[in-house]
C-alpha cells in the first residue's frame, strides 16, 4: 500500500480555501500513485477553532465542505479531518472531533478521538465528546486504525498518567494492518525529536506501521511544524520535512525507509527561526497584513525581530523606525541602519528628544519637587509606542513588538511603550537564546551586526544604563525562569539547584507582580514547552508565595 501524506497549512474557519488546498493535495499525491491519503487532523476546519465550534453554522458549513469534497474524490479514498455534531442521546458534550474517509463521491465512514487533552494550549474537553470504541475502518482488504492526534501518545511522552485507555493498543487488539494517525501537534523546542521516538516506539510495540500526518503552519499562538513521518516496526522512519507543506507518497511495502533529508541537521537555533518566520507569515496572511513596522533601538532583539520580519513578509514590505532620546549612543542609531541595509530593509530616524521635553514639561507643575525616576524612562517608551502606532495606522502595517521572554516575565518592558504592537515575535524566546539564534543567522556571513550583538543590551532610557544595573546576568535569569515558568519549581527547588536565593525570591516576585501586564500584551509566538498565553492561566489577583 502507498499512502499519500498531505502535509498541509489550513486556516481556521477558511472551509472553501481549506477544502481547495485538501483536494490539490489529494491530486499530486494520488498523481505521484498513492492508494490512500491522509490529512492532518482538522484539516478541513483549521486548528484550534476555538469558541467558534459555538457559532450556529459553523459545524454546519463545515460538514457542507465535508459533502463537497467527498464529491470530488474517486476510488483513492481521502481521510480528513474535521469537527462533527455529537448526534448520541446520551448527555454529552455538543461536537465530535472527527476523522472522515471519502472516495467514490460519497462519506464512507467516520471516526471520533477518544484522549482529548485538556492541558496547556488544549482545551478539547470544552468542546467534544470523546469516541466510546475504536473500531478500525475496513478499506480493500485492509483494515486501518484511525487515531486522531492525542490518541496515539503513550504514557511516557506526556507530562503525567492522564488517561485510562490506549486506542493504538485497542486497534492492535482488533487487527490493523496499518496505524494512520491525523494529528495537529503544535511545536516547541524538543517537540520534534520526542515526537519522532514516540511514534517509533509505537510502530514497534504495535508490530505495524505508523502514519502519522502532521499540519503546518501558525494560527494566532502556535506554530505547527509538520514533520510527519511513517515509523515501521523494524526501526525503519521516512519523514517529511518542517516548517512548510508538503505532499509525499511513501510505499509501506517497501520495507526500512530512509531519513528524509535534512531534518536531522537541524540544529535548535534553525528550527526556533524556521518557527518564528512561519509565526509571523502565517499570523500576518491569515490576518490580511502585507507589510510590517518595528521600532528598531539598535540592540539585539529589534535586531533578530526585524531579520524575522524581512524573512516573512519580504525585506521590501518591512519598515523599521529609530527614535533616538537624549540618552541613545550614536552607535545605536549607527547599528539600526547597518542592520537595515544587510536586511534590505527601509529605515527612517524620528527623533523624540523635543517630545520628550515637551511632555517632562507639560507635567512639570504636578512633579515639581519630585525627582526624575522610572516615570521618565516610561514616557520615552510611551512616546515611541505612539510613533509607532501612528506609523502602523497610516500605512496598515502590523505592528511587531520586540521583547523577548526574559523581559516579559520581569516586567522589564513598558505597557502601552514597547509593548504597543500586534504579533509579539520573540516574547516567548529567552534572551540568551536571542543571542543563540543571531549568532547561528551569522553563521556564514554577517546579517546581525556583530556590534549589536556583542555590545552590553541595554535599554538607554537614562545615561550610561545596562540591562544588569536592574536584572541579573542573562544565563542566570533565565535558567531561574525555566525553572520558576517551564518547570512549575517553587523559589526553595530552585535555590537547591545552586541559585541565590535572594536572587531567585527577587524573579519570582517580578514574574508574579507583572502578571497584569502580560495579560495585555500582544499575542506571542509559542516557541517553548511553557510560554505566556494561553497555555498558561495565571491569575493577577493572588497571594501565594511558593
Known amino acids: ?18 477544502a481547495k488546498r485538501l483536494l490539490q493535495a489529494y491530486r499530486e499525491c494520488v498523481e505521484k500513485g498513492a492508494d490512500l491519503v491522509v490529512s492532518p487532523e482538522m484539516s478541513l476546519v483549521g486548528y484550534p477553532p476555538r469558541d467558534l465550534v459555538f457559532k450556529s453554522q459553523f459545524v454546519p458549513k463545515c460538514l457542507q465542505a465535508l459533502d463537497y469534497l467527498a464529491g470530488e474524490t474517486r476510488e483513492v479514498p481521502l481521510l480528513v479531518g474535521y469537527v462533527d455534531f455529537n448526534t448520541e442521546e446520551a448527555a454529552g458534550k455538543p461536537f465530535r472531533n472527527a476523522a472522515a474517509i471519502l472516495y467514490d463521491g460519497e462519506i464512507r465512514g467516520k471516526v471520533w478521538k477518544t484522549l482529548l487533552p485538556t492541558y496547556d494550549v488544549f482545551d478539547e474537553r470544552r468542546y467534544f465528546r470523546p469516541s466510546d470504541e475504536c473500531e478500525p475502518i475496513e478499506w480493500n482488504g485492509h483494515r486501518l486504525g484511525v487515531t486522531i492526534c492525542e490518541d496515539i501518545w503513550t504514557e511516557d511522552f506526556l507530562h503525567r498518567p492522564l488517561y485510562d485507555r490506549d486506542p493504538a493498543e485497542e486497534l492492535v487488539a482488533k487487527g490493523v494492518d496499518v496505524i494512520i494517525n491525523l494529528s495537529a501537534s503544535p511545536y516547541h523546542l524538543g517537540k520534534p525529536a520526542g515526537r519522532r ?66 531534518h536531522a541537521t537541524e540544529c535548535d537555533e534553525e528550527q526556533l527561526w524556521k518557527a518564528l518566520v512561519l509565526g509571523v507569515r502565517d499570523y500576518a496572511g491569515k490576518t490580511g497584513f502585507s507589510s510590517a513596522c518595528l521600532g528598531l533601538s539598535g540592540g539585539i532583539d529589534s535586531a533578530l525581530t526585524a531579520a524575522v520580519a524581512a524573512e516573512a513578509l519580504g525585506a521590501e514590505n518591512v519598515h523599521g523606525l529609530t527614535m533616538p532620546s537624549p540618552y541613545s549612543s550614536g552607535g545605536s542609531v549607527d547599528d539600526s541602519f547597518a542592520l537595515a541595509k544587510t536586511l ?52 496598515n502595517h502590523l505592528q511587531l513588538t520586540t521583547g523577548n521572554k526574559s523581559e ?139
Not at 1 to 18: H, L
Not at 367 to 374: H, T
Not at 381 to 386: E, H, K, P, S, Y
Request: net charge negative.
Open 408 to 546: 516579559l516575565a520581569v516586567g522589564y518592558c513598558t505597557i502601552y511603550g514597547d509593548m504597543c504592537g500586534g504579533l509579539a515575535v520573540i516574547s516567548d524566546l529567552p534572551k540568551t537564546r536571542v543571542f543563540d539564534v543571531c549568532r547561528w543567522l551569522n553563521r556564514d556571513r554577517e546579517i546581525i551586526p556583530w556590534n549589536t550583538i556583542d555590545k552590553p543590551p541595554s535599554a538607554e532610557l537614562r545615561p550610561d544604563q545596562k540591562d544588569q544595573d536592574t536584572l541579573p546576568e542573562y544565563d542566570i535569569l533565565d535558567g531561574i525562569l525555566e525553572a520558576y515558568v517551564e518547570r512549575h519549581l517553587s523559589a526553595d527547588e530552585i535555590v537547591a539547584l545552586g541559585f541565590d536565593e535572594n536572587t531567585v525570591r527577587w524573579v519570582q516576585r517580578r514574574v508574579d507582580l507583572n502578571e497584569w501586564k502580560r495579560q495585555q500584551a500582544a499575542p506571542g509566538i509559542r516557541v517553548t514547552s511553557k510560554a505566556f498565553g494561553i497555555g498558561r492561566r495565571m491569575p493577577i489577583v493572588q497571594r501565594f508565595l511558593g
Open 344 to 395: 534590505g530593509i527601509r529605515c527612517d530616524e524620528v527623533g523624540i528628544s523635543g517630545i520628550f521635553e515637551e511632555v517632562k514639561g507639560a507635567m512639570a507643575p504636578l512633579f515639581e519637587g519630585v525627582e526624575e525616576d522610572v516615570t521618565e524612562e516610561n514616557m520615552q517608551a510611551r512616546i515611541r509606542g505612539l510613533l509607532m502606532m501612528a506609523l502602523s495606522n497610516k500605512f
Open 1 to 18: 500500500m502507498k499512502i499519500g501524506i498531505a502535509q498541509v497549512n489550513a486556516v481556521v474557519g477558511d472551509f472553501p480555501g481549506n
Open 197 to 262: 521516538e514516540m511514534l517509533t516506539g509505537v510502530a514497534k510495540e504495535a508490530g505495524v506501521p505508523v502514519v502519522y500526518c502532521n499540519s503546518v503552519g501558525a494560527n494566532d499562538q502556535l506554530v505547527f511544524d509538520g514533520h510527519s513521518l511513517v515509523a515501521t516496526p523494524d526501526g525503519g522512519v521516512e519523514e517529511l520535512g518542517g516548517f512548510a507543506e508538503e505532499c509525499r507518497v511513501v510505499d509501506l511495502e517497501s520495507g526500512s525507509a530512509q531519513l528524509a533529508d535534512g
